[in-house]
């Protein structure tokens, strides 16, 4: 339908792989590689609230489910250095 077309454009693509988080995987190319998200870095924040709730990955993909063009700032550990890094959203990749 037209309206599953016009969210599906909307919907925005962070480029994160969730599969062990809160250790975070990047695409090459995607948003969050472009702003400096690194294999291995560990979430500790989702815009600045505790990711205590959010037990898996499925969840996690959830709370970072969103619009293209929106923000999304990550706090993250890299070894021991904490570092706040914003992740703008690239709209999907539509054929």
Not at 27 to 47: E, H, Q, R, Y
Not at 70 to 89: A, L, N, P, S, Y
């Amino acid at each position: 339908s037209d309206v599953y077309k016009r969210q599906l454009r909307e919907r925005g693509l962070l480029g994160v792989n969730l599969e062990d988080w809160p250790v975070l995987k990047f695409s090459p190319g995607a948003a969050a590689g472009k702003a400096g998200i690194k294999d291995g870095d560990v979430v500790l924040m989702l815009d600045g609230k505790s990711i205590e709730h959010i037990k898996s990955s499925s969840e996690a993909q959830g709370s970072l489910f969103g619009k293209a063009g929106e923000k999304v700032t990550f706090t993250v550990k890299r070894g021991k250095e904490v570092m706040t890094i914003d992740v703008v959203r690239d709209p999907l990749p539509l054929e």
